[in-house]
């Protein structure tokens, strides 16, 4: 209750406060490329039940359904407004309203797409135990992650054998430690590592 408490409070006093900002960047990304201001996904949250996650669009729009989830740092699908919104994190503002509706918390496991939830074990399916997060301990180490993935020959499958793999690792670890405290530590932790 108190963790829930404290996430209806700070997603309602970020939006209030980051408001203005909000209307600016919707208005510079409808200005840039053509396409929807927000972009839904659907993700799995708590009790593995669907949800639809919310993002400034980062990408142009396309029509190929069949396009690759994971993205890389020179994806040719990333807008110029969606680079400079993707590295200083800010296309995940919208995520607050997620936090509002109770769909996600401020700190938690990070949603993942149906398509490699399929591939978690029992074990790694614990995450669904929990409420998902904006931010979390994999999101701190793998904030660099589309720089990993330019390296690789398969983008998708170092993400679901490799990245994917050890950012559930880091979710069991939060888990185990959740607690006030610790939240807060990672929300400081997350400033720290964007302003870096």
Same mark, same amino acid.
């Given at each position: 209750?108190?963790?829930?408490?404290?996430? &209806?409070? #700070?997603?309602?006093? *970020?939006?209030? /406060?980051?408001?203005?900002?909000? $209307?600016?960047?919707?208005?510079? &990304?409808? #200005?840039?490329?053509? *396409?929807?201001? /927000?972009?839904?996904?659907?993700? $799995?949250?708590?009790?593995?039940?669907?949800?639809?996650?919310?993002?400034?669009?980062?990408?142009?729009?396309?029509?190929?359904?069949n396009s690759s989830l994971v993205t890389r740092t020179k994806?040719?699908?990333?807008?110029?407004?969606?680079?400079?919104?993707?590295?200083?994190?800010?296309?995940?503002?919208?995520?607050?309203?997620?936090?509002?509706?109770?769909?996600?918390?401020?700190?938690?496991?990070?949603?993942?797409?149906?398509?490699?939830?399929?591939?978690?074990?029992?074990?790694?399916?614990k995450v669904f135990l929990v409420r998902p997060g904006i931010?979390?301990?994999?999101?701190?180490?793998?904030?660099?992650?589309?720089?990993?993935?330019?390296?690789?020959?398969?983008?998708?499958?170092?993400?679901?054998?490799?990245?994917?793999?050890?950012?559930?690792?880091?979710?069991?670890?939060?888990?185990?430690?959740?607690?006030?405290?610790f939240d807060l530590k990672l929300i400081f932790k997350t400033?720290?590592?964007?302003?870096?």
């Open positions: 209750m108190v963790k829930r408490f404290f996430d &209806i409070v #700070l997603s309602a006093i *970020g939006l209030l /406060i980051l408001l203005i900002p909000l $209307i600016i960047i919707a208005i510079i &990304i409808k #200005l840039d490329s053509e *396409g929807p201001v /927000i972009f839904k996904q659907v993700r $799995i949250g708590k009790g593995e039940v669907p949800f639809n996650i919310y993002k400034f669009r980062t990408m142009v729009v396309c029509q190929d359904k994806d040719k699908r990333i807008t110029k407004v969606g680079a400079f919104l993707r590295k200083a994190k800010l296309d995940e503002f919208p995520q607050l309203f997620n936090v509002l509706l109770g769909d996600m918390s401020i700190v938690g496991p990070r949603p993942e797409v149906s398509k490699y939830v399929a591939y978690y074990t029992k074990e790694e399916k931010t979390d301990l994999a999101s701190i180490e793998y904030r660099n992650e589309q720089d990993i993935l330019e390296n690789s020959n398969d983008p998708e499958k170092t993400y679901i054998e490799e990245i994917m793999k050890e950012k559930l690792k880091l979710n069991q670890k939060y888990i185990e430690n959740m607690s006030f405290l400033f720290a590592a964007i302003l870096n």
